[in-house]
């Protein structure tokens, strides 16, 4: 063993060893329907309305430590109740880091399984203990394994996608109100495809102290601003913010994201469309042999191949210039699963096309 070698094994911690780095892919030419992006551009118009903006930007100074024109905008575009705080963070991912890195190390960190890789992640990343908790084969909350499950390991935070990540579906309602009562520690309730699900729980902020709600924009079209937030009582995120770094959220991403959600109409506009094709894909999708096709509250659909065949037809799209994403290299529910982000009707008619000559 080298001495570098030596000195990583004795320096970095054993679990942060044993992971694999998370890989994004780089589609280079190919069809990108692997990411749950918005796939409409903005307009020129709109566009240039945001450059004239830009070039006043001081980019020479740090930006509004607080963001706080950017928290009213989202307040209103988000209707977020006025009493309750919030939280910015770069992306969910920084927000769910924030969150564990203020828990006592050793405490357990719960989710529904499968669900956000992120929230295993970044549990290992912050020397805690993470409990995923299997869902029932037709993806529901398994509700006798979660109360075995949180009254067993007492979680110091429970979070649940809603819609879950990759399955696409809601859970029910009831389901996330009984944890909610259940659970000493916090709840966090992952909206981050609320624009396609017509379904939240920001109204039950006001009835629950340990409720906390995590978005972001990145499903509704900017994703690349990497701008997600956490909204619930003060007293948790005052915590929170002693460990949100000074100025996280940067002077670019401010004015744009207040930019876009000035015109939130059009993003509604487009995630309408979205939602129009995403029936439209499923019942195409539908109609062909050897898929099994899970209905989807998200921006994207997932799919069950014959046993064996998910590689296969992953690669055979990439051949035919299709990239989505490959879920079938997992065990358990996820096995022989493929995921597609909807894109937009031409991307979706040749993801069709090349899916159909294929199988």
């Known amino acids: 063993m080298s001495r570098l070698e030596n000195n990583i094994t004795h320096l970095i911690r054993p679990e942060i060893q044993a992971l694999s780095a998370y890989a994004i892919p780089d589609p280079g030419e190919l069809v990108k329907l692997d990411a749950m992006e918005n796939p409409y551009a903005w307009p020129e118009k709109l ?16 930006p509004d430590p607080n963001a706080n024109a950017l928290k009213t905008r989202l307040r209103t575009s988000m209707d977020i109740p006025q009493d309750m705080e919030l939280m910015l963070g770069n992306g969910s991912d920084e927000i769910i880091q924030i969150i564990m890195m203020a828990l006592n190390p050793g405490q357990v960190v719960l989710s529904p399984a499968p669900s956000f890789v992120m929230y295993n992640m970044i549990a290992t990343f912050a020397g805690l203990k993470y409990v995923g908790v299997p869902i029932t084969d037709d993806f529901e909350l398994d509700m006798d394994a979660m109360t075995r499950a949180i009254q067993e390991h007492r979680p110091a935070v429970i979070f649940i996608a809603y819609p879950n990540n990759p399955t696409g579906n809601l859970f029910k309602r009831k389901d996330i ?6 659970s000493d520690g916090l709840v966090v309730i992952d909206e981050a495809y609320h624009a396609f699900a017509d379904d939240t729980f920001m109204a039950e902020l006001n009835q629950f102290e340990n409720l906390l709600i995590m978005r972001t924009v990145s499903k509704m079209g900017l994703a690349g ?23 996280n959220i940067n002077v670019l991403t401010q004015i744009s994201a207040e930019f876009a959600l000035n015109h939130h109409a059009l993003f509604s506009e487009q995630t309408g469309r979205i939602c129009h094709d995403r029936a439209k894909l499923l019942e195409e999708l539908n109609k062909l042999q050897g898929l099994t096709v899970f209905p989807s509250n998200a921006n994207f659909i997932l799919l069950r191949t014959a046993a064996g065949e998910s590689t296969r037809i992953f690669e055979s799209l990439k051949s035919k210039g299709i990239l989505i994403k490959n879920m079938g290299v997992t065990e358990g529910l996820l096995r022989d699963c493929l995921r597609v982000t909807v894109g937009t009707p031409e991307e979706n008619r040749r993801f069709l096309a090349a899916l159909s000559a294929i199988i």
């Not at 903006?53 to 740090?62: D, E, F």
């Not at 109100?177 to 259940?182: D, K, M, R, S, V």
């Open 177 to 182: 109100l009984e944890i909610l009562n259940i």
């Open 225 to 247: 601003l990497r701008l997600g937030f956490l909204a619930g009582h003060e007293k948790w995120l005052c915590e929170f913010n002693k460990i949100r770094l000074p100025y």
């Open 47 to 62: 566009i240039n309305e945001w450059l004239d903006i830009l070039r006043n930007v001081s980019v020479n100074r740090y």
